[in-house]
């Protein structure tokens, strides 16, 4: 990928983050959790990974086709398990790494650089670096397929909206649907286990570890949207 290095480092620093908190939750958390938690501490370490700036490290010449057999296999246990989200996930990790080991104008007729088998006017543009310019070929354009980089980009868009605006609590939505001339129906006051009479339900929820975690699949979301734009 080809975004400067500090915005490498900043992805470094968010996936790493969601991806050791995703890990905690995976050994310590409920057993309904761990499995969606070790799905996205998985995810995460790998976009951290593939973010690393290329001044920083250089990784292997095998280093894709690795990405690719883990979240290839990633992939087909989420498809087994239904889960869609993380099986778009990792079909977007199989397809970033893929975009690293094939040049561009091997991935189709509409590859940049490479539209009639020739040099660009710095060399072959199969050279690699690494994934923090994301393993950046030596190519001039964007590397990958149009189409389906277009097709991630609009369901990463979609889903970080979506969740994002789930994160809100239930209270301030109720209350911008007031402010808004909404009628909204009170509330009962329901206790919820482990908590006090006052909490109501619905409210509390949205503070705990679980929020946490879908606040790291936003940070994620966002992650892989500006991995995508730079590839």
């Not at 977007?92 to 991935?107: C, Q």
């Not at 650089?113 to 994934?131: K, L, V, Y």
């Not at 030596?138 to 980089?149: D, Y």
């Amino acid at each position: 990928m080809l975004e400067p290095a500090w915005v490498g480092w900043l992805l470094v620093l968010l996936c790493a983050a969601a991806a050791a908190y995703c890990l905690v939750r995976a050994r310590n958390g409920p057993a309904a959790q761990r499995g969606d938690a070790r799905g996205e501490g998985l995810m995460a370490l790998g976009m951290a990974a593939m973010a690393l700036p290329a001044s920083a490290v250089t990784p292997p010449q095998w280093s894709p086709w690795l990405f690719t057999a883990v979240y290839a296999t990633a992939g087909g246990w989420a498809l087994v398990r239904r889960h869609l989200h993380h099986a778009v996930g990792t079909f977007a990790m199989v397809y970033m790494a893929l975009a690293m080991a094939v040049p561009a104008d091997h991935l189709g007729p509409m590859g940049p650089a490479g539209r009639t088998g020739t040099m660009g006017p710095t060399g072959p543009t199969a050279s690699m670096g690494s994934m923090g310019s994301m393993g950046a070929m030596a190519h001039e354009g964007p590397g990958g397929v149009p189409l389906l980089t277009g097709l991630l980009l609009a369901y990463y868009t979609v889903y970080v909206i979506g969740a994002g605006v789930r994160l809100v609590p239930t209270g301030v939505r109720a209350a911008d649907s007031v402010t808004a001339g909404a009628t909204v129906a009170p509330v009962p006051e329901r206790t919820v286990a482990g908590t006090g009479p006052d909490t109501v339900a619905g409210t509390s929820a949205d503070a705990g570890p679980p929020a946490v975690l879908r606040a790291c699949r936003v940070a994620m979301g966002i992650g892989m949207l500006a991995m995508l734009l730079a590839l």
